[in-house]
């Protein structure tokens, strides 16, 4: 009796999961790639020293607003003519859910708390390594169901929503780091 041959149906990836490798990929092969190497706690995000990662923190849906700013000139009996006057706000959000008691990630979700409230920007990076500028946290709401005996979610579902600031002046970035608690004495 002949050997079956069970080869994959998809050849094994030769580099690193990525959606830009669908370009070489056959349209009827594209839904087997993999999006993650396997057993690895991929970064998602960076904000600075906080990394969003599969787990603890975790955020599963992001949006990305961008805006325009035009100046509106009415003319009597024609269409109302725009005139370009630039970039208007660019802003982020965040939303995830973390599991204090199972996986962990309130120590992180308390650290971007504090630099929520003490305005830090810090700069935000995406997982494949692209610098998307900088970003301070304008709002963090946090959502706790399923509480424990100390007043905390069993699952707490959160949304961040930053917005892009100008590159900070360096003698206070240091001070502002220390404050919030992520450099200095533990």
Known sequence: MAELDFAPLVPEPTTKPSWRNTAVTPPTSRLALPTTESGVNSLLYQWGLLQFQVHPLNIHEMDHETDTDWAKKEIAGAAIYREWVGENDETLYFRGRIFPYRIGGMGPLE???????????????????????????????RAHTFLGAEGIGQQIAFE?????????????????????????PQ
């Open 160 to 184: 961040a929503i930053f917005a892009r600031v100008p590159v900070p002046e360096n003698q206070n970035y240091m001070s502002e780091l220390w404050r919030a608690g992520y450099v200095g």
């Open 111 to 141: 650290i971007f708390e504090a630099t929520r409230r003490a305005g830090v920007a810090n700069m935000m990076l995406r997982g494949d390594g692209t610098v998307l500028g900088w970003y301070v946290c304008e709002k963090l709401v």
